[in-house]
């Protein structure tokens, strides 16, 4: 295959090379998919903006002994989300949850490292009090000051609206949240009056939405929300858990015929129907598993794990505990105000290997049975010592959902959550590779591969760091510069051969 090599010279003026006292480095400036590279072009062209890539996710603060705000891997990353700053049932209120300092150390980090830093508003049991502060002119006034006065305070590059779920009710959403059918024109008028604001302006906004498109009265194209989002990312998961009868996969990519739930693949197409451009929808992919308690007849024939959807009904169940999960921690999960009852029967994928599912490389640990699910191109796994039947993603469905990214020219990926990951990263890298983004790394990353190794692989981009060294003085006193010392027209080299 060709490789083409690129320089990247946008972005930096030359008042800046003359006034720098060491040596600059012209490395990748923005992370990038490979896989749209046109191998015929001169490669001394800059990359079209279109090309960039969201790498994205969210930080949830309770998993940070797992995982400080310092060791996530920045680098690998575009943005990220602090999740999450709550609703409150007043317009001029949102609690982090006791985590100010956290949010503090996190938004450091993430300029230190020049990634995006937002705070997610809403989520799950966070979502309550949306509808109202958006209900009326009045209150919308609010919740702007409200939303603009966090991102000043804590120095935000922008906000995340997870909201769960505008006209939500019939079971969608807590049955706490206050609904409105008038939730998805009042969502888009506040969001218009955020952007109109002076400081709301310089805020990238984004979302976080279920896999069907909002839906209200006297309101069926959601192109008005593209103008206002910079993306929205589709919740690719929870399209199937304890609720689900039968069972089925977290995270479908594809439609299967006879199961139920909905699909990734299906969910981009409504989307895009409803009037949302691909290019500004990003794949949310899940870094943990749902489980249930299925009995192994159920699931398992000749010793080979081959039913993806076996009958479940909850009701005539054991409890399903999850990762950490015990009563008592499940009563200290507030929704809507009252402790949690039921067990979620959620794992982290390192908490899978943390319990012994998974062995530390993420395989199938010894005694238990995995199999990959062609038609959904989702990972299952069950263990007969406990019964437990494992729906989740691993490296090899990422790289399904990494490629369904790039085939549908979407803009990139949002994993809930990166506390989920190992510390190696092993589903992050298994994005990274799938997707072909060069991360901004050591420049010795960026070298070729072997000459001489052949063979069909991704298409790759391999950027060079070009050095320029600052202009010196070669006499005593003042260095006068009066051309540019070093010339930029960098024609790169494009390798043309087997590599
Ligand atoms: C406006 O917000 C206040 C709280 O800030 C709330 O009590 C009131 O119900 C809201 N108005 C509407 C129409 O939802
Ligand atoms: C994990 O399991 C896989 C598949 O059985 C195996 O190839 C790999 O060596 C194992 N890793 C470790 C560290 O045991």
């Known amino acids: 295959m060709i490789l083409s090599t690129f320089f990247l010279l946008a972005a930096t003026s030359f008042s800046t090379i003359l006034a720098a006292p060491a040596p600059l480095f012209f490395g990748d400036l923005e992370k990038r998919h490979?896989?749209?590279?046109?191998?015929?072009?001169?490669?001394?062209?800059?990359?079209?903006?279109?090309?960039?890539?969201?790498?994205?996710?969210?930080?949830?603060?309770?998993?940070?002994?797992?995982?400080?705000?310092?060791?996530?891997?920045?680098?690998?990353?575009?943005?990220?989300?602090?999740?999450?700053?709550?609703?409150?049932?007043d317009s001029s209120v949102l609690d982090l949850l006791g985590e100010e300092e956290t949010l503090r150390e996190f938004v450091k980090e993430a300029q230190d490292h020049q990634v995006k830093a937002f705070v997610s508003v809403g989520g799950w049991t966070g979502s309550q009090y949306f509808s109202s502060?958006?209900?009326?002119?009045?209150?919308?006034?609010?919740?702007?000051?409200?939303?603009?006065?966090?991102?000043?305070?804590?120095?935000?590059?922008?906000?995340?609206?997870?909201?769960?779920?505008?006209?939500?009710?019939?079971?969608?959403?807590?049955?706490?949240?206050?609904?409105?059918?008038?939730?998805?024109?009042n969502f888009l008028t506040f969001l218009e009056e955020l952007?109109?604001?002076?400081?709301?302006?310089?805020?990238?906004?984004?979302?976080?939405?279920?896999?069907?498109?909002?839906?209200?009265?006297?309101?069926?194209?959601?192109?008005?929300?593209?103008?206002?989002f910079d993306h929205l990312v589709i919740m690719g998961y929870d399209i199937n858990g304890l609720w689900s009868t039968p069972a089925g996969a977290n995270a479908p990519l594809k439609t299967c015929p006879g199961r139920t739930g909905g699909s990734v693949e299906k969910?981009?197409?409504?989307?895009?129907?409803?009037?949302?451009?691909?290019?500004?929808?990003?794949?949310?992919?899940?870094f943990y598993a749902r489980s249930?308690?299925?009995?192994?007849?159920?699931?398992?024939?000749?010793?080979?794990?081959?039913?993806?959807?076996?009958?479940?009904?909850?009701?005539?169940?054991?409890?399903?505990?999850?990762?950490?999960?015990?009563?008592?921690?499940?009563?200290?999960?507030?929704?809507?105000?009252?402790?949690?009852?039921?067990?979620?029967?959620?794992?982290?994928?390192?908490?899978?290997?943390?319990?012994g599912y998974l062995n530390v490389s993420g395989e199938a640990a010894p005694g238990v049975f995995y199999a990959f699910d062609d038609c959904t191109e989702t990972s299952f796994l069950y263990r007969e010592s406990d019964g437990r039947f494992i729906s989740y993603d691993d490296t090899r469905s990422l790289a399904a959902k990494g490629q369904f990214i790039n085939d549908r020219g979407l803009a990139g990926f949002a994993a809930w959550h990166v506390g989920g990951d190992t510390r190696s990263d092993i589903l992050l890298d298994a994005l990274h590779e799938s997707m072909g983004i060069v991360a901004d790394t050591d420049s010795e990353e960026c070298i070729p591969s072997q000459p001489g190794e052949t063979g069909s692989g991704n298409d790759e981009v391999v950027t060079v760091t070009v050095t320029v060294a600052a202009p010196t003085s070669s006499a005593a006193g003042?260095?006068?510069?009066?051309?540019?010392?070093?010339?930029?027209?960098?024609?790169?080299?494009?390798?043309?051969?087997?590599?």
Request: a negative charge; glycine letters at 8%; aromatic letters at 10%.
């Open 267 to 286: 969910a981009v197409d409504d989307w895009v129907a409803a009037g949302f451009p691909a290019d500004k929808l990003v794949l949310g992919v899940p």
């Open 34 to 89: 490979a896989g749209h590279a046109d191998q015929s072009e001169a490669a001394a062209e800059p990359r079209a903006p279109e090309s960039s890539v969201v790498a994205g996710g969210w930080y949830a603060p309770w998993y940070k002994q797992d995982l400080p705000v310092s060791a996530i891997s920045w680098e690998k990353y575009s943005e990220l989300a602090f999740a999450f700053a709550v609703t409150t049932p």
């Open 133 to 185: 502060a958006v209900a009326t002119a009045e209150n919308r006034t609010i919740f702007v000051k409200t939303i603009t006065g966090l991102a000043t305070e804590y120095n935000l590059d922008g906000i995340d609206f997870d909201w769960e779920f505008p006209n939500g009710g019939d079971g969608v959403g807590l049955p706490c949240n206050i609904n409105s059918e008038s939730d998805t024109q």
């Open 478 to 499: 003042t260095p006068t510069v009066t051309s540019p010392a070093v010339s930029l027209t960098a024609a790169a080299t494009s390798y043309s051969g087997q590599y």
């Open 292 to 355: 249930y308690i299925i009995p192994k007849e159920s699931v398992i024939q000749n010793d080979v794990l081959t039913t993806f959807n076996p009958a479940f009904d909850r009701a005539t169940m054991p409890p399903v505990f999850g990762e950490r999960e015990t009563l008592e921690t499940i009563a200290q999960t507030l929704e809507c105000g009252q402790p949690a009852e039921t067990p979620s029967g959620i794992f982290t994928f390192n908490g899978l290997i943390a319990t």
């Open 195 to 228: 952007k109109a604001d002076p400081v709301g302006s310089e805020l990238s906004l984004t979302a976080a939405a279920h896999i069907a498109p909002f839906t209200g009265a006297g309101i069926s194209d959601l192109s008005g929300f593209a103008q206002v």
